[in-house]
């Protein structure tokens, strides 16, 4: 800690006597107020300010389709300690444990979060919990338990409102209830997407023309799903009335891999195929699964279909938009046009220069922070099942080719 003394301690030569006694006077009471006060503990409020203005600057320079930077991620900045002596812990409840190994991921990821927090899955105790995350897939307590005053409460789903199978939090018992919503959609309080792209650090120059001509088929599928809100199914098969598409795994007539996707399968996708259906099966506000952003990882162009809007989450001219075209009919015929324009076709790979994509790390240590300022966050859903269920899917329009126009302009 840096201390500027003052200007008296600079006097003539002839009051240096005088001067020196004062100054020792003066670090003497320093050293005394130091060891009474832990200054550390002082300055903690003007670091923290100072970082939070850091991530402020660095956030409102980055593309609306890129991961917010914040000082929550550890991978890009090391906080300094602000305090060397034993920190809070935040208690936190999962109900419902995912039948997926999100909870070991999420103690995990709480060993190395910046905030302390600790979770499990049982507790007799409610009030004891800082939080309760009630995971809504299969959610069987039509009753909510009693409350805690100040406890948070989080709603917490990764599927698509048509395979939510969260009913019971359509009782009015649950009306009041929920405090933060931790979701894909972008207007979550925790928003844990299936995936995220990122800027490269240093661009890279890539030979995908070169890449372009080895490849020998035109377009792949992978579904076990085949009857779906979305009707992709019935999209797949009108294409297939243009052009070739090999649909892989239950609902195809080929296999790869144990559910179509180890690494094998993604490397046969980038080293034979030009294009990957990325159809969801349902059409929902801001749906975007881990397949669009699996396969922007491989060296091939994804053709996506969903209800999210697409330029808000991925790099320009990285995917190819249904919605562009007037028909499955157009977009094939587009598609084949690729196929013999290796030139146009790479401009769907310049994005990799710059960008990449990853699949998001799960959100347990955004809400973990989150607790440490509780009432900042402060916020109430009077009825989260109509926030999560009401207007929030469509049924496809795209189907009919005279309820749409606008077709895909073709570089010639």
């Known amino acids: 800690m840096w201390i500027d003394v003052p200007n008296f301690c600079q006097e003539s030569r002839s009051k240096q006597t005088l001067v020196i006694i004062?100054?020792?006077g003066f670090?003497?009471?320093?050293?005394?107020?130091s060891s009474t006060v832990n200054i550390s503990n002082v300055m903690q409020g003007f670091v923290q300010t100072t970082w939070q203005r850091s991530n402020n600057i660095l956030a409102t320079k980055s593309e609306s389709f890129l991961v917010t930077v914040n000082y929550t991620d550890k991978s890009l900045f090391k906080r300094p300690p602000l305090n060397k002596g034993p920190r809070v812990r935040k208690l936190i409840l999962l109900k419902n444990n995912p039948s997926w190994p999100w909870y070991p991921m999420a103690v995990k990821q709480l060993?190395?979060?910046?905030?302390?927090?600790?979770?499990?899955t049982s507790g007799n105790n409610l009030s004891a919990f800082d939080a309760v995350i009630f995971y809504a897939v299969g959610h069987k307590e039509a009753v909510p338990p009693r409350k805690t005053s100040g406890q948070?409460?989080?709603?917490f789903i990764k599927e698509c409102?048509?395979?939510?199978?969260?009913?019971?939090?359509?009782?009015?018992?649950?009306?009041?209830?929920?405090?933060?919503?931790?979701t894909y959609r972008s207007d979550s309080d925790i928003r844990y997407p299936y995936g995220r792209i990122y800027k490269r650090e240093k661009p890279r120059q890539f030979d995908f023309l070169g890449l372009a001509r080895n490849k020998t088929k035109l377009a792949a599928w992978f579904v076990s799903n085949c009857r779906t809100p979305s009707q992709r199914e019935r999209y797949v098969q009108e294409m297939k009335k243009t052009m070739v598409v090999n649909v892989y795994g239950d609902c195809g007539d080929t296999k790869c891999g144990v559910r179509n996707s180890d690494d094998g399968c993604k490397k046969m996708l980038s080293r034979e195929y030009k294009f990957y259906l990325s159809f969801e099966n349902?059409?929902?506000?801001d749906y975007i699964t881990e397949k669009a952003f699996l396969y922007m990882g491989a060296d091939i162009v994804p053709v996506v279909?969903?209800?999210?809007?697409?330029?808000?989450?991925?790099?320009?001219?990285?995917?190819?938009?249904?919605?562009?075209?007037k028909s499955p009919?157009?977009?094939?015929?587009?598609?084949?046009?690729?196929?013999?324009?290796?030139?146009?076709y790479v401009e769907y790979f310049q994005w990799k220069n710059h960008y990449y994509s990853k699949r998001t790390r799960i959100g347990v240590c955004e809400l973990c922070q989150k607790l440490f300022n509780a009432t900042r966050y402060a916020n109430l859903y009077e009825d989260v099942y109509s926030w999560w269920h009401k207007g929030t899917c469509f049924s496809p329009k795209d189907l009919d080719s005279e309820t749409k126009s606008g077709n895909k302009k073709m570089k010639v």
């Not at 670090?27 to 107020?33: A, D, F, N």
């Not at 948070?152 to 709603?155: A, G, H, K, N, Q």
């Not at 349902?282 to 506000?285: D, G």
């Open 22 to 24: 004062i100054c020792l």
């Open 27 to 33: 670090v003497s009471s320093v050293w005394w107020m």
């Open 111 to 120: 060993e190395s979060c910046s905030a302390n927090c600790s979770i499990v």
């Open 152 to 155: 948070v409460w989080i709603y």
């Open 161 to 182: 409102p048509h395979y939510s199978a969260d009913s019971n939090f359509n009782k009015p018992e649950w009306r009041n209830k929920i405090n933060w919503t931790m």
């Open 282 to 285: 349902s059409l929902c506000h």
């Open 305 to 325: 279909r969903g209800g999210a809007n697409y330029s808000k989450f991925l790099p320009p001219n990285s995917f190819i938009n249904t919605a562009d075209f």
């Open 329 to 344: 009919k157009h977009l094939a015929e587009y598609l084949l046009y690729l196929d013999k324009n290796h030139t146009a």
